[in-house]
């Protein structure tokens, strides 16, 4: 929420708003991060809420908005002039506002990206205040930001941490290396590495050594700090890693306390409090220990620190502060899907479009990852670059498919589909004679994202109603760190696909992993059916179905939410029962 207000107030500066309007938007974010009561718990009684300092009467309004749809009425009117990319620009140095809005207004820039094309093809000269030496200095600045303060997209951290654990197993006495942090709990993007080592080599008394050899690891860029039993160095991509030694004794606490959320732990921390223990990265103990008695209640797993206060275990995706800490001590944790419930896959292409293998090698494929259901989905016409198929070739395309079905004799069903491109109009770029032919149809934008939020609306609400349309997919159309969504009234497509018993896709694609993890929680509460999908375009694509999985499970989804773990025939008819009428 703090961020939410943040954001809003640099909205309001990019929209050159008076300042004392922005600072008090400031403020609040400031007061609304200081809180140690869950606001939830205070939106119910206006009056606690303007017992904060920092927040009158139009604030408190904004906060309960904010609590209740998760934005509020002129956030969400500044989104409809400006993007949430252009406050990234803010923090390039000597980028300020007014830039940043005529930027917009001059030259339509909104991200980083644009405004790094913008000054290398040289249009930044046209503005006032942009010499050369000016534009070198923001392209460095450019540089310097992707390297410094960048996030990195969960695949890369993983792979990256994966390297490492494989270097520091060399050391003899260490043995495991386990990521904390957000990688465990399985964020879409992490800002650093977290790793926790255990081993002989880790006891206190031997550590010494340990510590000296991760600090000469070959692949560290800089080595930031050098401590007892900590060493922190950024790699090349400016990816900073932490690496911590720890006792085996405590490792339990350690784990706990580096997987966080920091507002899990806080919340966790206060719990302990009231049961008369401390907790911290060594144990969890007594806070007053009877003489003669050791302090030290439980330290060495996760799991009895977690019982000792009267809790399920908690898986780390969930550790997010959000309920997850009552429903542990109700024991009324979700059973979280996992990887091993999936038994099918439905958007994936081939060498008819964009894909890199046949109909045959994705099938076969699927079938050695043990999948018992797949659909191919290739692109439509109006996907030119990727060679999208016409109605014609779709037809043919449906007929290859048949016989690659046939082929597998029963060890795997292959369904025929398509991923058919949404239309600026909101029609679908096929003929219904050529969908009524296909047994998953997944639509999806793939153009003119920029359109206002209530032109994209309409656009998806008119693509749903037709009957053929099976599945959205990707339903924002971002790209991690790369493309913002577009802008649309999530809540009111979102419902409108659960009324028509149209499935939303989560696209596993750790580039996209479109549906969010909120927007996931947001589709299951409004009633969607959801289908995970890896959106491959190579058989190695398949295996990015755990980065769906684990968002899927940051968003409390248990096998039952989700359609794609139904068997063959009981997913036919979970998907949207096909109009009766369709021409054979
Ligand atoms: P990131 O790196 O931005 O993707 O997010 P995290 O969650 O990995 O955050 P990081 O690396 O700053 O810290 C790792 C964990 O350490 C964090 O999730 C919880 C714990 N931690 C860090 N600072 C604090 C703190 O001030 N208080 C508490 N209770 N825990 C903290
Ligand atoms: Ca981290
Ligand atoms: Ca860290
Ligand atoms: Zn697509």
Same mark, same amino acid.
């Given at each position: 929420? @703090?961020?939410? %207000?943040?954001?809003?107030?640099? /909205? /309001?500066?990019?929209?050159?708003?008076?300042?004392? $309007?922005?600072?008090?938007?400031?403020?609040?974010?400031?007061?609304?991060?200081?809180?140690?009561?869950?606001?939830?718990?205070?939106?119910?009684?206006?009056? &606690?809420?303007?017992?904060?300092?920092?927040?009158?009467?139009?604030?408190?309004?904004?906060?309960?908005?904010?609590?209740?749809?998760?934005?509020?009425?002129?956030?969400?009117?500044? *989104?409809?002039?400006?993007?949430?990319?252009?406050?990234? *620009?803010?923090?390039?140095?000597?980028?300020?506002?007014?830039?940043?809005? %005529?930027?917009?207004?001059?030259?339509?820039?909104?991200?980083? =990206? &644009? /405004?790094?094309? !913008?000054?290398?093809?040289?249009?930044?000269?046209?503005?006032? $205040?942009?010499?050369?030496?000016?534009?070198?200095?923001?392209?460095?600045?450019?540089?310097?930001?992707?390297?410094?303060?960048?996030?990195?997209?969960?695949?890369?951290?993983?792979?990256?941490?994966?390297?490492?654990?494989?270097?520091?197993?060399?050391?003899?006495?260490?043995?495991?290396?386990?990521?904390?942090?957000?990688?465990?709990?399985?964020?879409?993007?992490?800002? =650093?590495?977290?790793?926790?080592?255990?081993?002989?080599?880790?006891?206190?008394?031997?550590?010494? @050594?340990?510590?000296?050899?991760?600090?000469?690891?070959?692949?560290? =860029?800089?080595?930031?700090?050098?401590?007892?039993?900590?060493?922190?160095?950024?790699?090349?991509?400016?990816?900073?890693?932490? #690496?911590?030694?720890?006792?085996?004794?405590?490792?339990?606490?350690?784990?706990?306390?580096?997987?966080?959320?920091?507002?899990?732990?806080?919340?966790?921390?206060?719990?302990?409090?009231?049961?008369?223990?401390?907790?911290?990265?060594?144990?969890?103990?007594?806070?007053?220990?009877?003489?003669?008695?050791?302090?030290?209640?439980?330290?060495?797993?996760?799991?009895?620190?977690?019982?000792?206060?009267?809790? &399920?275990?908690?898986?780390?995706?969930?550790?997010?502060?959000?309920?997850?800490?009552? @429903?542990?001590?109700? +024991?009324?944790?979700?059973?979280?899907?996992?990887?091993?419930?999936?038994?099918?896959?439905?958007?994936?292409?081939? #060498?008819?479009?964009?894909?890199?293998?046949?109909?045959?090698?994705?099938?076969?494929?699927?079938?050695?990852?043990?999948?018992?259901?797949?659909?191919?989905?290739?692109?439509?016409?109006?996907?030119?670059?990727?060679?999208?198929?016409? =109605?014609?070739?779709?037809?043919?395309?449906?007929?290859?498919?048949? @016989?690659?079905?046939?082929?597998?004799?029963?060890?795997? $069903?292959?369904?025929?589909?398509?991923?058919?491109?949404?239309?600026?109009?909101?029609? /679908?770029?096929?003929?219904?004679?050529?969908?009524?032919?296909?047994?998953?149809? #997944?639509?999806?934008?793939?153009?003119?994202?920029?359109?206002?939020?209530?032109?994209?609306?309409?656009?998806?609400?008119?693509?749903?109603?037709?009957?053929?349309?099976?599945?959205?997919?990707?339903?924002?159309?971002?790209?991690?760190?790369?493309?913002?969504?577009?802008?649309?009234?999530?809540?009111?497509?979102?419902?409108?696909?659960?009324?028509?018993?149209? +499935?939303?896709?989560?696209?596993?694609?750790?580039?996209?992993?479109? %549906?969010?993890?909120?927007?996931?929680?947001? +589709?299951?509460?409004?009633?969607?059916?959801?289908?995970?999908?890896?959106?491959?375009?190579?058989?190695?694509?398949? !295996?990015?179905? $755990?980065?769906?999985?684990? &968002?899927?499970?940051?968003?409390?989804?248990?096998?039952?939410?989700?359609?794609?773990?139904?068997?063959?025939?009981?997913?036919?008819?979970?998907?949207?029962?096909?109009?009766?009428?369709?021409?054979?």
């Amino acid at each position: 929420m @703090a961020r939410l %207000l943040d954001e809003t107030a640099a /909205l /309001l500066e990019i929209d050159a708003a008076d300042p004392f $309007r922005v600072r008090s938007y400031r403020r609040a974010a400031e007061a609304v991060e200081q809180q140690t009561t869950p606001l939830a718990s205070l939106v119910d009684d206006p009056k &606690q809420l303007l017992a904060i300092a920092g927040i009158g009467k139009g604030m408190a309004a904004n906060i309960v908005d904010l609590e209740r749809t998760g934005s509020m009425p002129l956030r969400d009117e500044l *989104l409809t002039k400006y993007r949430p990319s252009m406050l990234d *620009l803010l923090r390039l140095p000597s980028m300020g506002p007014k830039t940043v809005a %005529l930027l917009f207004s001059a030259l339509q820039i909104e991200n980083m =990206d &644009q /405004l790094e094309t !913008a000054a290398k093809e040289g249009h930044l000269a046209k503005l006032p $205040r942009f010499g050369q030496k000016q534009v070198d200095k923001l392209l460095k600045g450019i540089e310097d930001h992707r390297r410094n303060s960048g996030r990195f997209r969960i695949d890369n951290a993983g792979e990256t941490a994966d390297k490492i654990a494989a270097m520091l197993r060399e050391f003899p006495g260490i043995e495991t290396i386990t990521p904390a942090g957000s990688l465990r709990r399985g964020r879409e993007t992490v800002g =650093d590495l977290d790793l926790l080592v255990t081993g002989p080599a880790c006891e206190a008394d031997v550590v010494s @050594a340990a510590v000296e050899y991760v600090a000469t690891l070959p692949l560290i =860029d800089v080595l930031l700090a050098k401590g007892q039993n900590k060493v922190s160095f950024t790699l090349r991509n400016g990816l900073q890693v932490d #690496v911590r030694l720890l006792p085996r004794a405590s490792y339990g606490a350690a784990l706990q306390y580096f997987t966080g959320s920091k507002m899990h732990n806080v919340s966790l921390r206060q719990k302990a409090l009231k049961r008369g223990y401390t907790l911290s990265e060594y144990a969890l103990a007594r806070l007053n220990p009877e003489e003669g008695e050791s302090s030290i209640v439980a330290a060495a797993t996760e799991e009895e620190i977690y019982a000792a206060l009267g809790m &399920q275990w908690i898986a780390p995706e969930l550790r997010e502060n959000c309920g997850e800490l009552e @429903a542990a001590e109700a +024991a009324t944790l979700p059973s979280l899907i996992t990887l091993d419930d999936i038994r099918g896959d439905v958007h994936m292409h081939t #060498v008819a479009t964009d894909g890199a293998f046949t109909i045959r090698e994705m099938a076969d494929a699927a079938l050695a990852r043990g999948l018992k259901y797949i659909a191919i989905t290739d692109h439509s016409k109006n996907l030119a670059m990727t060679n999208g198929l016409d =109605d014609y070739r779709a037809q043919a395309h449906v007929r290859a498919i048949q @016989a690659v079905d046939a082929e597998m004799e029963g060890r795997i $069903r292959v369904f025929a589909g398509i991923e058919v491109d949404i239309l600026q109009d909101g029609s /679908l770029d096929l003929e219904d004679e050529t969908l009524a032919m296909m047994d998953v149809v #997944v639509g999806s934008v793939h153009s003119a994202f920029q359109m206002p939020s209530d032109e994209m609306t309409a656009r998806l609400l008119r693509a749903i109603e037709n009957p053929y349309l099976r599945i959205l997919g990707h339903p924002t159309g971002r790209k991690l760190l790369r493309r913002d969504p577009y802008v649309f009234d999530m809540d009111g497509v979102l419902r409108r696909c659960a009324e028509l018993g149209v +499935a939303v896709e989560h696209n596993a694609a750790p580039a996209r992993a479109d %549906l969010s993890d909120l927007n996931l929680r947001k +589709a299951k509460a409004l009633g969607c059916r959801i289908s995970v999908n890896t959106d491959a375009h190579s058989i190695d694509d398949l !295996a990015k179905m $755990r980065f769906g999985i684990t &968002q899927l499970r940051r968003a409390w989804l248990e096998p039952k939410d989700v359609i794609n773990t139904l068997d063959v025939d009981a997913f036919l008819s979970a998907l949207r029962p096909r109009p009766a009428h369709v021409g054979a």
